[in-house]
Nanobody, 122 residues
Framework: QVHLVESGGGLVQAGGSLRLSCAAS????????MGWYRQAPGKQRELIAD???????NYANSVKGRFTISRDNAANTIDLQMNSLKPEDTAVYYC????????????????WGQGTQVTVSS
């Protein structure tokens, strides 16, 4: 079993910054892609940033230039630095990891964090 625990959400004024973190634990053999998603009220969950095991990153246009995704492969963690936050960034943020476990090394499973609320006031 693998567990992802997120931290770092909260309330911030427009223009401010927050840093989200997500740590994985459990029977991990390897972690391939990692990503951050968000879901605003009444909207579908959307991918906002992802990073491969080699460190290549990809960002949604809505966050490009403001958000930075990073990972620590040794610690099995992923971070999201969010700068210049806007009210439209308000959402629940979820981390996601594509993991192979020690019991099934050839099968990749998708795991999710519990979600953390980010609220940006105007």
């Amino acid at each position: 079993q693998v567990h992802l625990v997120e931290s770092g959400g909260g309330l911030v004024q427009a223009g401010g910054s927050l840093r989200l973190s997500c740590a994985a634990s459990g029977s991990i053999f390897s972690i391939n892609a990692m990503g951050w998603y968000r879901q605003a009220p009444g909207k579908q969950r959307e991918l906002i940033a992802d990073i491969t095991s080699g460190g290549s990153t990809n960002y949604a246009n809505s966050v490009k230039g403001r958000f930075t995704i990073s990972r620590d492969n040794a610690a099995n963690t992923i971070d999201l630095q969010m700068n210049s936050l806007k009210p439209e960034d308000t959402a629940v943020y979820y981390c996601n990891m594509r993991v192979t476990t020690t019991r099934a090394r050839s099968i990749e499973f998708s795991y999710w964090g519990q979600g953390t609320q980010v609220t940006v006031s105007s």
